[in-house]
């Protein structure tokens, strides 16, 4: 009796009852299953180890070494890393970096959550929205040409309005004080519209009765941001800071062509920092080291953001 209420009772809730042994066509579509969800998963899963999972080991592997394209690598353990403390230009590479993220994600963030917030309250354009990328489908290589030239001291179209305003031309990429300011600015111009779209997508999952609800209490537009938009964007926030803050600090293909590092080591950020140890002085080993050590930098920069920005938590829940 009990026996026979269970198997019942079991039925009814849709499980197979004690003793259901499950059927061979069931087994043999979820090995199906699992075959087709590999087959798809296969060529990411390819592309990770091959262009990703080495390269990360063996750089680690040299960065123990005392390695150069013409000879083999030899072993000297954490040398390399000792080594870094104690080198000026590795500060130098580290400070002109942070100066450049905290220019580049600063105004880059302030500027999309502003974009983002105009596209959601006055404009459901679809074309607008999509000229907004347009910068950023753009090469970095080509864009910082393009602005290299227009920036450019003599012939520079911007320079060219200066003078015709009367004011003094500025060595933007030459000077000193400018050169940093204005290769953040390149990438802000680049990024700041897929940066918009994300945060976009974050403001569209703010229901729209909370909104309308602060209009009746008498909020104003001002105030409903403030106290609705940005506490509910902070998750979608959190995301895109770890991803900006990570691609800024690997800022290299504006440098190499605009400045190379120059002048004297104003702009020698900390990729380009790698790039001359490994390919212009040959020290591939002592190259990786840096290597390793910003990629711990980022991993802690990430988990610190994750952390203080309660990523994995939502005030809409």
Do not use: C
């Not at 290769?183 to 111009?189: E, Q």
């Not at 290597?291 to 809409?316: N, Y």
């Amino acid at each position: 009796m009990e026996g026979d209420l269970l198997t019942t009772t079991s039925e009814a809730l849709g499980a197979a009852p004690p003793g259901h042994i499950a059927s061979p066509n069931r087994r043999r579509k979820g090995r199906s299953d699992l075959r087709t969800a590999l087959l798809f998963i296969a060529p990411s899963a390819l592309g990770f180890l091959v262009f990703y999972l080495y390269p990360a080991i063996r750089g680690f592997y040299f960065s123990l070494t005392s390695y150069n394209l013409l000879g083999t690598p030899t072993w000297v353990g954490f040398d390399n890393f000792v080594k870094i403390p104690h080198d000026p230009m590795f500060w130098n590479a580290l400070q002109v970096t942070v100066e450049y993220v905290v220019l580049n994600i600063g105004f880059q963030t302030v500027i999309a959550v502003g974009l983002a917030v105009l596209m959601q309250r006055l404009t459901q354009s679809t074309l607008l929205r999509g000229a907004l990328l347009l910068p950023w489908l753009v090469s970095n290589v080509i864009a910082a040409l393009v602005w290299f030239w227009l920036l450019d001291y003599q012939i520079g179209i911007v320079n060219q309005f200066l003078r015709w305003l009367g004011v003094h031309p500025i060595a933007f990429f030459a000077d000193n004080l400018w050169a940093i300011p204005t290769i953040a600015a390149v990438n802000v111009w680049r990024y700041m519209g897929y940066t918009a779209l994300l945060v976009f997508a974050g403001i569209q999952t703010i229901p729209k009765q909370l909104y309308e609800a602060a209009a009746i209490d008498g909020s104003t537009e001002w105030k409903s941001f403030w106290r609705i938009t940005l506490p509910l964007l902070r998750p979608v926030l959190a995301m895109v800071l770890v991803l900006t803050v990570t691609g800024s600090f690997q800022v290299f293909d504006t440098v190499a062509v605009t400045t190379r590092g120059g002048p004297v080591n104003v702009t020698r950020v900390y990729q380009y920092y790698i790039y001359q140890k490994a390919f212009t002085e040959g020290q591939f080993g002592y190259a990786s080291a840096l290597a390793v050590v910003l990629f711990l930098i980022l991993a802690a920069l990430a988990a610190l953001q994750m952390r203080l920005l309660r990523a994995g938590e939502s005030d809409l829940a």
